[in-house]
């Protein structure tokens, strides 16, 4: 005799439903009276037919549908990205009773480069409870500059739910495609020994091969935790020009 064997459903995921409320508010704000029918219409088309292939159709609808005709402006960018949140979101709540994390993965697998991008931006707020980390992960691994950028940059995820090795590499990489680390969230509050050792190496290899320094690389560098043998080397490269003089306000008095 056989069984059969049904794979347990992961934990439901924990939306931030008053942070896509208040991006609804701002998406009608911007809507003229056509998208507004025509995004109302799109809401009701998904809370009758809840799923993927119902989301992936209305997300390649905004562009059309809520921008202006080529090139896209700021504005109607932010537009297009604010309804496929919502959609996302209201895809999510439609599916509350079945294995949403899979649902979630399926749709970033599904993507485009943008659809991709907004999910990653808002993915703290449709998991407030970090249950897609790997999913995270997986994204952070990409060699695309706006997918990765999604992740890395002015995003809360990887700050509240990155362990600190996973959260390292997320700096490193940032810095290794030139992407401004002062817009990681809260990586004052996860700078530390290991993280300044990984960042002087990356410094190291950046001198080996001539290549300037970023900028960028003293936000990722807890100061205050050098060595004295490491704060010396930084000053003899700055003295020696290899790095700009602006390096010596960081180092702690005395160092």
Known sequence: ????VVSPLSPA???RHAAFAERRRQLEQQLDDPSRRWWHEALEQLARQPSADTLVLLSSQCKRRLGQPAPLTGPDTERIQLARALLLAQLLEHQAGSDQLALLRQLFLWGDDQEKSVLLKVLDDLDSQGRSLDLALQAGRTNNREVFAAIALDNPFPARHYPDRAFHQLVLKTLGMGLDTGRIVGLA???SV???QLALEHMEEQLAAFRSVSDALPQAIAFELLSQAQCQ???GLCQQRRLPAHWLEHLPPGA
């Not at 005799?1 to 059969?4: I, Q």
């Open 194 to 196: 290991d993280l300044n």
């Open 13 to 15: 995921l924990t939306l």
């Open 1 to 4: 005799m056989t069984l059969d």
């Open 233 to 235: 080397r930084l000053r």
């Open 189 to 191: 509050q996860r700078r």
